[in-house]
């Protein structure tokens, strides 16, 4: 029988999905288990999503262009222009989810064994698209102490090799929250301009900003529009993660025709995804306030409930709907998995996701976890006290 | 502004793709183009998929399993089941079209340099996926003189080199249509063995055979059922092209494993794209029967109208709905922009995808075209004569 492929097994398992059989097992004990380890958020997807599904008259499900349908591209870009980044279609090219757009992005621009510069704590699946690349992630820590912000330009500068090729952001941050201000942006942009170095953008969570805060796009730094790749997906905007649409958009026309050419290898991002994401640019103001108050309301109670229990901090983050929280245990990993094995309340417990499975640096976030809040409040209020019991009797409970 | 990646530059523009242009040109001009470069069928998709879709009732368009809904895979098992294809839903990982099961596959079994070997002319996009993964295709040619049959065990075993992990078959083959034999897939097995290779089994035109041909498939080869990976797609079986739907199938756990990192990295496979195929399963009969009667005359008509026409030579392909056709021209690649660009026959013209796209070798299928027969029979008959004309008047004919 021959061997895998080395890629193969270095490719990481998902930090989440480790736990997944044990939350199995819990719920065929019987068990009540409040998923705050994912972001698959509860909100209904647009009505008119849906509608232009039911509504859907092709006789043949065919290809659509490599590059997405052209109506649902212009359409796009007139979403763009409204927010007020300045996007004409041909600078876009619709993917299979924002997974793709991110993959095309690593692989249009930076050679295998070359380096991409990520804030840590990060979204664990860079590491995934990082290994299918060949490309090196080198982290850069940013701290709860600080609310998770951009590392200092130092820091950042002192990782740059001369392999280096770019910078990846998420803003706002999953698994942090943390929204980066147009100041971080703004020093981004010298770092990038100073060595020459991509800036892959990833802003899926754009809607997601409270407490009035103003999302600024990397598509917005002016002065750079060569080096900025913005990765985009329409997942958690509308509610319809399950759809696969997201976008790879830059002002750069030889990342445009280069991702291109991985586009056309598999032929066309999802059609019937396409339908209810281009439907989903008329859904009505109104529903992204009501899920902004939603969120800003779930946030609140959240992180106020988190501070209180003894030995937890939790910073409060402006944007996307997941914090990083420090726990007083001995290690998040093993508490994970005691809360699914060994706990219950009233037949109940919770599903955090350790915090290591989002840093590069061994041995950071060991007390940390993500929660990400897409429960109503009612169940947040129950996860919330049960983490709260079962922290009070964890034996690996770090002691004051 | 920095540079893209060696393997941006490298990757492959797809070779039907480049005559894309000289297509919307001639359109502009007025002119009616006959598209015999694609395989795009326009045979409808059974009700059944677009009424699953009408009906859709989900609130939420959520994340499925990354290996695919249970309910799908379950289903899909029975599927291969009913055609004497003994597969469990575990050994099934549902993939974003046969595109990504091919990437899977090749990133889960193969190194950055290590080598498969395919048979020529191929699928031009496994090109595509090859550069994506680092992977060095040697091809093998098979020979039109021989319809396109296995190149003898020998030719292949004479490419087998210490880097050699692979070989590639596509079974009906595109783009030449022929179907190989349970004699012929019976070599195949005994070089795998001999050598401990993978086979990668491309069968998404399993239910396109004709003249009462049957369909072997590799997963039906006993004794290297930990060497055989088939790839499968729903794309050509109901005409569902553009919902993106795959499947990657193994008896071999670790590739399974292996593959379903890649798939958790991406999330999940296209969810309204599963809906569709998991109610096409309940195809009634009638359709393939049908579908296969239309091809059967299309493919009777055109190889009859192909080998009338002075110089042409057309093999008379069992399967898929491709033929790759000599023609008496000095470059087929220079006759299909011609057809394009200058000639018009009542303002009406075809295109073709030249052969050398579908070879590695360079040189080869210089006098060659594929063809696809997905078009009816009347618009074939047109087509045929349009090329016909064409032939007569090409400045580069080949002279006799």
Redo the contacts between chains.
Sequence with gaps: ??S??????L????PI?RLVPYSEEAKRKGRKVYHLNIG??????PEV??NA????N???????H?AGNESYRRKLATYYQKIGINIDFHEILIT??G??AI?FAL??????G?EVIIPEPFYA?Y???AT?A?VKIVPVTSYIKDDFALPAITDIEKKISSKT??IIVCNPNNPTGYLYSKEELLHLKEIVKKH???LFSDEAYREFCYDGAEHFSAMNLEGIE??VIMLDSVSKRY??????IGALITK?K??IS??L??A??????????QI?AEASIDTPDNYFKEVNREYTARRNFMVEALNKIPGVYCPKPKGAFYTVVKLPVDDAEKFAQWLLEEFDYNNQTVMVAPGSGFYSTPGSGKNEVRIAYVLKIEDLKNAMMILEEALAIYPGREKF
Tied chains: 1, 2.
């Design positions: 029988m021959p895998i492929s080395d890629r193969g097994r490719m990481p398992a998902s999905r698959q958020p509860d909100i209904p997807t999503a849906i599904l039911r509504n859907i092709q006789k043949v499900l065919e290809y659509s490599s299979t989810g997974s793709e993959l692989m249009s621009c930076i050679n295998p070359e699946n590491n995934g698209f299918t060949g090729k770019g020459d170095l991509f060569n080096n509610s319809e993660c399950g759809i696969r750069n030889e990342i280069t991702a050419k991985f056309q290898a598999r032929l066309s991002p999802p059609g019937l995804g209810a």
